[in-house]
């Protein structure tokens, strides 16, 4: 009932109130106590002339938010008749309404209302008060209650537009960092790939002698190729990747490029968010990457421990291996993943290994968000 009430026109959600404010207008024990300028003002009966005055004084307000310029226009009249006639209702309340209203959602001609607006009080006066003189003072203070009521729906327009602007903001700026984080993806998952690719096949030149070797070194080519294809198909799915089966076959590839890799997990793995999960295997790919590159051969170990709170990464090699030519040594990935440690609020290191070899080290919060 209340999603259906939400998405009825403005129109719809409005008459109500028009309604109920006309209702109470043409309750007889409340006619003459509305709103009176001046005591001198020869009263009218309140027959069907009142009710045509109450009507448009107040039903107007059911197009308030939809036209408010038309409605502040309609209500004025109201009012002046009901000044002018005597009536003296409590629909007089709807002007301090439509003012309200008028200065909270008109967008359009903003000044050219204000200005008529102030005009046609001017001429109400004038005619008001020579019906039935009043002091001027009471037709000054009026006006700075209307112009409350006018400012105050302004001041809530322009908190809107700022609320609105605000969004907005923050809405560009999170679409500027997922596309950002996405870029830092595509890059870790190609250069990894093709990385592997590349070191299988200089390893393939030299299995000529040994076609069981080179098959099997031209299938694991193959199978990297195939799982490049699918981690880039499936990128979006991969920035919440699960521990424990992700983390295994990304060691297993490894092995199969030639990388001795010992996979130890301490600890249960548990269902961690999708930052702290994704930033756990992009961690571990960047390091065994550079491992293929920089070390290839070395003995790697790959320690993940996981904790209540954080989970610990450490990928080290013992720097027995060999450098490959392979492309993509910008260094961008180490960049990119210290960034995205630190925005998780984490901690981050990568550097030569005091006995040889390199250490990647990272501390990740397990509660960090996506």
Same mark, same amino acid.
């Given at each position: 009932?209340?999603?259906?009430?939400?998405?009825?026109?403005?129109?719809?959600?409005?008459?109500?109130?028009?309604?109920?404010?006309?209702?109470?207008a043409?309750?007889?024990?409340?006619?003459?106590h509305? +709103?009176?300028?001046?005591?001198?003002?020869?009263?009218?009966?309140?027959? &069907?002339?009142?009710?045509?005055?109450?009507?448009?004084?107040?039903?107007?307000?059911? &197009?308030?938010?939809?036209?408010?310029?038309?409605?502040?226009?309609?209500?004025?009249?109201?009012?002046?008749?009901?000044?002018?006639?005597?009536?003296? +209702?409590?629909?007089?309340?709807?002007?301090?309404?439509?003012?309200?209203?008028?200065?909270?959602?008109?967008?359009?001609?903003?000044?050219?209302?204000?200005?008529?607006?102030?005009?046609?009080?001017?001429?109400?006066?004038?005619?008001?008060?020579?019906?039935?003189?009043?002091?001027?003072?009471?037709?000054?203070?009026?006006? &700075?209650?209307?112009?409350?009521?006018?400012?105050?729906?302004?001041?809530?327009?322009?908190?809107?537009?700022?609320?609105?602007?605000?969004?907005?903001?923050?809405?560009?700026?999170?679409?500027a960092?997922?596309?950002?984080?996405?870029?830092?993806?595509?890059?870790?998952?190609?250069?990894?790939?093709?990385?592997?690719?590349?070191?299988?096949?200089?390893?393939?030149?030299?299995?000529?002698?040994?076609?069981?070797?080179?098959?099997?070194t031209?299938?694991?080519?193959?199978?990297?190729?195939?799982?490049?294809?699918?981690?880039?198909?499936?990128?979006?799915?991969?920035?919440?990747p699960?521990?424990?089966g992700e983390?295994?076959?990304?060691?297993?590839?490894?092995?199969?490029?030639?990388?001795?890799?010992?996979?130890?997990?301490?600890?249960?793995?548990?269902?961690?968010?999708?930052?702290?999960?994704?930033?756990?295997?992009?961690?571990?790919?960047?390091?065994?990457?550079?491992?293929?590159?920089?070390?290839?051969?070395?003995?790697?170990?790959?320690?993940?421990?996981?904790?209540?709170?954080?989970?610990?990464?450490?990928?080290?090699?013992?720097?027995?291996?060999?450098?490959?030519?392979?492309?993509?040594?910008?260094?961008?990935?180490?960049?990119?993943?210290?960034?995205?440690?630190?925005?998780?609020?984490?901690?981050?290191?990568?550097?030569?290994?005091?006995?040889?070899?390199?250490?990647?080290?990272?501390?990740?919060?397990?509660?960090?968000?996506?």
């Open positions: 009932m209340i999603g259906f009430w939400r998405r009825s026109d403005v129109i719809v959600r409005d008459l109500p109130f028009a309604l109920l404010l006309t209702a109470l043409l309750v007889p024990a409340w006619h003459r509305g +709103t009176r300028f001046s005591d001198l003002v020869p009263e009218q009966l309140f027959g &069907v002339l009142g009710v045509l005055v109450v009507g448009l004084e107040c039903l107007p307000l059911a &197009v308030r938010r939809k036209w408010p310029a038309l409605a502040l226009a309609l209500v004025s009249a109201g009012f002046a008749l009901d000044q002018l006639l005597g009536f003296h +209702t409590v629909g007089g309340t709807a002007l301090a309404v439509a003012l309200f209203t008028a200065g909270a959602h008109l967008t359009a001609h903003r000044r050219v209302v204000m200005i008529g607006a102030s005009a046609g009080y001017v001429a109400f006066a004038v005619v008001l008060d020579h019906v039935g003189p009043t002091g001027v003072a009471d037709f000054v203070f009026f006006y &700075v209650v209307l112009s409350a009521m006018w400012g105050i729906g302004s001041w809530l327009r322009q908190n809107r537009h700022a609320e609105v602007l605000r969004r907005q903001q923050l809405e560009e700026a999170a679409r960092a997922e596309r950002i984080r996405i870029a830092r993806e595509l890059h870790d998952v190609v250069i990894h790939h093709v990385t592997a690719m590349v070191v299988q096949t200089e390893a393939a030149r030299y299995l000529t002698a040994a076609p069981d070797r080179l098959d099997s031209l299938a694991a080519v193959s199978d990297t190729g195939r799982r490049a294809i699918t981690d880039l198909r499936h990128l979006l799915d991969l920035l919440n699960g521990h424990g983390l295994r076959a990304l060691v297993e590839q490894s092995r199969r490029a030639g990388q001795p890799v010992d996979l130890v997990e301490e600890g249960r793995s548990p269902a961690v968010p999708g930052g702290a999960g994704a930033t756990v295997y992009r961690v571990a790919q960047e390091a065994l990457t550079n491992a293929l590159k920089y070390d290839h051969g070395a003995r790697t170990t790959v320690t993940v421990r996981y904790g209540e709170e954080e989970i610990d990464v450490r990928i080290s090699t013992d720097g027995t291996g060999t450098s490959t030519a392979a492309p993509g040594g910008s260094g961008r990935g180490l960049t990119g993943l210290a960034d995205r440690v630190d925005t998780l609020g984490g901690e981050f290191s990568a550097g030569p290994h005091a006995g040889g070899g390199f250490v990647v080290t990272a501390r990740i919060p397990a509660g960090s968000p996506a």
